[in-house]
Every structure is written in structure tokens, then in C-alpha cells.
């Protein structure tokens, strides 16, 4: 399976800008630049990118993970918080933070977070991310 995706930028790195798509449709000319990606104009970047398909990738992981174990989620909700920072004379992603809440009838918290840990471990996101992740997976009851 290949995914793809594009860029196209037009312009210097501060005043420039881009647009990105995807061959789904759900990327169609958005816009990207400097300002969205470091003063928080309406827009998206690269690391919010990285962001979603990390919390898509490993809430999915995490369905199929107790699914396997018997186990039917009502709501797993995820957020990955992306860290960019310097490094030398540019920037590097350091860190992607998931925090997962999740309500899984008849699960108890070690299956839970046992279920979590591997899918944090397995999801291919997390394998291609050169970063530090953490998780803080809790079960609401």
C-alpha cells in the first residue's frame, strides 16, 4: 500500500507559502507557511500532520489491540502533542505526547494500559517517529 501526498511551495521560507494535498481529497490546496507553522495563523503545518495521523494511527491500533482481547471500545479518544524544537541550525521533532482516555466496558486498568503500551509500540506512526513518545492511557469508568 502507498499513500501519497504533495507540496507545493512558491516563495523564501519566512515569506513564502504552500499548499498541500492528497490524493484522498481530505488534503485539497491547504494552505502552509511560516506563519502557521510558528505564529498561529489559520492554516495547518507539518507537525500538526504528524500530530493527527500519530493519535489516528495509534487509537486505531489500540481498537484492533482489544478487539483481539475480546474487548469492544464505547470511546477512545486521543490527542498527540508534537514538540518541535531547535537543533543546530534548524528544527527537529523531539517528542509526540499521547494522552488517551477510553471507555472500554469489562476491561480493568492493567489490560488497559497493557493494551495501550502495545499499541503505542506497535502503530507504524510511532515507528517511524525518531522521537521520544509518551503515553498516559486512562480507563473511564
Not at 516563495?11 to 488534503?27: A, F, I
Request: proline fraction near 4%; charged fraction near 25%; charge should be neutral.
Amino acid at each position: 500500500m502507498i499513500r501519497k501526498a504533495k507540496a507545493l511551495w512558491q516563495g523564501t521560507g519566512k515569506e513564502g507559502n504552500g499548499r498541500l494535498s492528497s490524493d484522498s481529497g481530505v488534503l485539497a490546496e491547504t494552505p502552509y507557511s511560516f506563519k502557521t507553522r510558528f505564529e498561529n495563523e489559520k492554516g495547518t503545518n507539518p507537525e500538526e500532520l504528524i500530530a493527527a495521523a500519530h493519535a489516528g494511527c495509534f487509537t486505531m491500533a489500540l481498537a484492533f489491540g482489544l478487539q483481539g482481547a475480546g474487548l469492544t471500545p464505547t470511546e477512545l479518544q486521543t490527542e498527540a502533542a508534537v514538540t518541535l524544537e531547535p537543533d543546530g541550525k534548524g528544527f527537529k521533532i523531539s517528542k509526540s505526547a499521547l494522552t488517551l482516555r477510553g471507555k472500554v466496558p469489562n476491561c480493568d486498568e492493567a489490560t488497559f494500559a497493557r493494551l495501550a503500551g502495545e499499541a503505542e509500540n506497535n502503530c507504524p506512526v510511532s515507528k517511524v517517529l525518531n522521537a521520544t513518545i509518551t503515553l498516559d492511557a486512562k480507563l473511564i469508568q
